[in-house]
């Protein structure tokens, strides 16, 4: 098998092995890493349909990660995927209303985040012991809600590793906020800060590009490392789900071999929907890479003119998952568009922070086609909720609302019905009051977990554990901070 090296999106770090651009996270530049190309499977869907999710994450991720042996990588896949899930199937599909949804959600905290950090932190300790590692791993994670409990899920009382978790205070649902506050395990600290999840997230993006502290932290025996989807670590996994999505509905007879179906994602910092364009790329018969906003809508606003635009008000909405005007991973496709030109991609960034907006050319634009952007309002995600659940009594949560309502507006606008899958990103349980403004009719109870009880009611389906361990669980966290004292916080946690 041919060996796959990272190098930064930005230039500054070449020939990098996949373990060390995992424990690295970020490269040194403040760029994003990249394979030197994408692999194409060596199994046709026909072989991989009917297997496992471990043994189809096995044959993705080997490719990616050419220098875990077999041994390495089927243990951090068996580690990872077990029974943590709820499911067998580990990423169930489910079809209403002439629609396939993905369920990314039946990890241990609820969102699709569990797809990749249950696995991370297998990978990154694996990943230490490989390069011989002798320091703390301290990972730095800005959350706009979910990301922060997933890791912390993955990280806590891992030995060798800490946690440091930043979420915007006002920005995330209740059931989110608690989830985060009641984490256990000693290494875990979380942080509500003053700001949004993009002052959080380039809060963090900043300590990273710190050479100074970064050099005071080895001093003391601690390195840093993300879980945020900048992480190649992260992505990686992410993509196998696409893989195994086309193969179940192969091997279900739903499709037949060959057969190009479309994939609509809720999409926010652009992890998600980059994985499934690195399917696609690897073999898998897709289409159209329907990418989802909600209001917050510059990605929308960027495939449809090719000006990133972030220069206008960030907006807190029913998805709260999804509220990012900066979407870290974009910068992985601008860098592919340019034919892997690092200088040019470096360039364009540097235009987003110093002016907050860059311009794809035409060249680039064509090399994105098989993107399509879309949005919708939070009446048009919560009509989506109603619209379903009256027709066959399938409850969505409120981010995979927004991408079911764009899809539905895109078929009605090009006629297009190929076959196609939604990545559900959510159980309906994290976003309970919203979900049942928008089904409910009547007043909801002011307590949450009286609404929960309402969802559990019309649903027909079983509170998931996550949402019953929070009832009771006391509080653990309280720190809060200012957007400037993100660093300072950084240093008192760690004892610096
Ligand atoms: C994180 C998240 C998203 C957005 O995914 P990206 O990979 O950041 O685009 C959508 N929905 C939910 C529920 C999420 O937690």
């Known amino acids: 098998m041919m060996n796959i090296f990272y190098q930064s999106t930005r230039g500054g770090e070449k020939e990098v092995t996949p373990s060390r651009a995992i424990l690295k996270g970020l490269a040194c530049d403040g760029g994003l890493f990249m394979p030197d190309r994408i692999p194409k499977l060596d199994l046709s869907m026909r072989d991989l349909a009917g297997r496992s999710y471990q043994d189809t994450a096995y044959e993705v991720m080997k490719l990616f990660l050419t220098d875990f042996t077999e041994e390495e990588l089927r243990s951090c896949i068996a580690g990872a995927y077990d029974d ?28 699709f985040k569990d797809m990749a950090l249950s696995i991370l932190p297998h990978l990154m300790t694996t990943a230490a012991r490989k390069n011989h590692m002798d320091k703390e791993i301290v990972i730095l994670t800005a959350t706009s809600g979910d990301t922060g409990k997933a890791a912390m ?67 003391k025996g601690f390195v840093f490392s993300s879980a945020n989807s900048i992480n190649i670590g992260r992505l990686v996994p992410q993509v196998a789900y696409y893989v ?13 071999d060959g057969e190009r179906i479309n994939v609509t994602v809720p999409t926010g910092n652009f992890g998600n929907i980059l994985a499934a364009y690195f399917a696609k790329h690897m073999g898998v018969p897709i289409d159209r890479l329907i990418c989802a906003s909600n209001d917050n809508k510059v990605l929308y606003d960027f495939f449809r003119t090719g000006t990133y635009d972030r220069k ?185």
């Open 312 to 496: 206008r008000d960030f907006l807190l909405t029913i998805s709260p998952s999804m509220d990012i005007l900066i979407s870290s991973n974009l910068e992985r496709l601008i860098y592919l568009s340019t034919g892997c030109d690092a200088e040019r991609t470096a360039g364009l960034m540097a235009d987003l922070t110093e002016t907050g907006q860059y311009t794809a050319d035409e060249d680039m634009r064509r090399q994105m086609e098989d993107f399509l952007g879309g949005f919708a309002t939070e009446q048009e995600d919560r009509e989506a909720i109603r619209k379903i659940y009256e027709d066959t009594g399938y409850v969505l949560d409120t981010h995979t609302g927004v991408a079911a309502a764009v899809y539905e507006k895109y078929r009605k606008d090009t006629g297009d019905d190929k076959k196609t899958v939604i990545a559900s990103t959510a159980s309906p349980y994290k976003f309970a009051r919203s979900v049942m403004e928008a089904i409910g009719d009547g007043r909801l109870p002011e307590d949450e977990f009286e609404v929960i009880d309402l969802l559990c009611r019309i649903s027909g389906t079983e509170i998931p554990k996550a949402v019953e361990e929070i009832r009771t669980a006391p509080v653990r966290h309280s720190r809060e901070c200012s957007r400037e004292d993100m660093k300072k916080t950084v240093k008192e946690i760690l004892g610096m």
């Open 153 to 219: 899920a993955g990280f806590a009382d891992v030995p060798g590793t800490r946690i440091i978790v930043f979420y915007p205070k006002d920005g995330v649902s209740r059931v989110q906020e608690l989830q985060m506050v009641t984490q256990k395990g000693d290494n875990t600290a979380v942080v509500a800060i003053h700001g949004n999840f993009d002052d959080a997230q380039t809060g963090v993006k900043q300590i990273f590009a710190d050479r100074e502290f970064a050099e005071e932290l080895a001093e």
């Open 244 to 256: 195994y999505a086309y193969c179940r509905l192969l091997d279900q007879g739903e499709i037949a």
């Open 84 to 111: 943590k899930f709820d499911t067998k199937a580990i990423a169930p599909l489910t079809k209403a209303d002439g629609v396939y949804y993905l369920e990314l959600f039946h990890g241990n905290t609820i969102a």
